[in-house]
Nanobody, 124 residues
Framework: VQLQASGGGLVQTGGSLRLSCAAS????????MAWFRQAPGKEREFAAA????????NYADSVKGRFTISRDNAKNTVYLQMNSLKLEDTAVYYC??????????????????WGQGTQVTVSS
């Protein structure tokens, strides 16, 4: 599966952005999806994940209550709605896909497929 992330940009603190990740192929619903991010000088970190059907989600503590991951399997797209953005949310955001069971992917950062990143910059 090929992944194409979009929607990044420059936003002020407290603002909102919605990232999208479009997947190629006809088996999108077979993949759990996730968003990761990497800030300058830091390692890539998990942000949010969603199960194949969308019924289960998982969030990093740092984004819980502010970010919402969702998916539209008919459109082969996963979204990340980011609200109340903080300076520390500045990072390159990556979407990822993995076909392993939810019980496996929810505890790993080793996703099988990765998209290119989209830059999110939060300014004061």
């Amino acid at each position: 599966v090929q992944l194409q992330a979009s929607g990044g940009g420059l936003v002020q603190t407290g603002g909102s952005l919605r990232l999208s990740c479009a997947a190629s192929g006809r088996t999108f619903s077979s993949y759990s999806m996730a968003w990761f991010r990497q800030a300058p000088g830091k390692e890539r970190e998990f942000a949010a994940a969603i199960s194949r059907s969308g019924t289960s989600t998982n969030y990093a503590d740092s984004v819980k209550g502010r970010f919402t991951i969702s998916r539209d399997n008919a459109k082969n797209t996963v979204y990340l709605q980011m609200n109340s953005l903080k300076l520390e949310d500045t990072a390159v955001y990556y979407c990822a896909a993995d076909a392993r069971p939810w019980s496996v992917v929810v505890t790993t950062t080793l996703y099988r497929y990765w998209g290119q990143g989209t830059q999110v910059t939060v300014s004061s």
